[in-house]
């Protein structure tokens, strides 16, 4: 246990080298292209529009609880985009950077915290769209919107664990990576994002609920547009961070545990 704990002090003393090579990738990523950041911005909003052009025009989807379709629809988005960047991005954090890791003294446990910081400058982007959409349909914010930290905590901490157990098993299955991105296809729609719960018969929206990502998903939008507090849910509460807490656990000491053993395969 307190080598596990250890293992987790490291993150917070390479926080440095974490914005260092974080800032290193965003730079690389739009170098040399002639729209340059703008592809911050490009990417989301293409998203969005596609999905609300396809659900919110062609299929007229109507407004939710009283809330344009295309706010409701951004509010979940913005949560699962970043967790599906983050998790995804990972996985392949060990074996994309080989020569770092055959370097003994580097910590190899921060690739994916990296990669999650990364992250965050499209979350950013997801968020100000969000915003700029609720000022155009003359939707209020309230004090409520400070949940915004505690639900993004939440969900990078899902997303670490999930990113730790990953990155540590892909260099010796090398078909991870595409079961991860399988995955994250499948949960985009098996999450109410573009649909909502109450479409399902209520005898298995239960199942549905037991997905940790619901929790984040309605907290955004409770957080943004209906102005609810997370403790008024405070079993599913538990149960996220039941979870949550199990996948840090299990993450961190499978990428502790196999660290040793990854200069071998590579």
């Known amino acids: ?70 706010v409701w629809l951004t509010a979940g988005l913005a949560a699962w985009y970043v967790f599906s960047e983050v998790v995804s991005g990972s996985v392949g954090t060990v074996i994309e950077n080989q020569n770092l890791i055959k370097k003994m003294s580097f910590p190899s446990q921060i690739l994916p915290v990296v990669k999650m910081v990364t992250s965050l400058l499209n979350h950013l982007v997801f968020i ?6 609720l000022y155009c349909h003359h939707l209020s914010l309230s004090l409520y919107v400070l949940q915004f930290f505690y639900y993004l905590f939440a969900l990078l901490m899902l997303a670490l664990g999930l990113s730790w157990l990953g990155a540590a098993l892909n260099p010796f ?46 907290g955004y939008r409770d957080t943004f547009i209906y102005s609810r507090p997370f403790w008024d849910y405070p079993w599913q509460t538990c149960y996220f961070w039941l979870i949550t807490m199990t996948m840090l656990a299990v993450g961190g000491y499978a990428f502790k545990a196999l660290k040793p053993h990854f200069a071998d395969v590579l």
């Open 173 to 218: 299955f090398r078909d991870v990576g595409p079961l991860v991105s399988l995955f994250m296809q499948i949960g985009m729609w098996a999450t109410p994002i573009i649909w909502e719960i109450k479409m399902m018969p209520e005898a298995i929206r239960f199942y549905f609920k037991l997905n940790p990502m619901y929790y984040i998903i309605q």
């Open 1 to 70: 246990m307190f080598r596990f704990l250890q293992f987790l002090r490291t993150i917070v003393s390479y926080r440095g080298l974490i914005v260092s090579m974080a800032k290193r990738i965003i730079i690389a990523q739009y170098v040399g292209s002639s729209l340059g950041f703008f592809w911050v911005v490009i990417q989301p909003l293409s998203m969005i529009c596609i999905l609300w052009a396809v659900f919110g025009l062609a299929f007229r989807s109507q407004p939710l609880n009283d809330c344009p379709f295309v």
């Open 128 to 133: 100000i769209i969000l915003i700029v959409l």
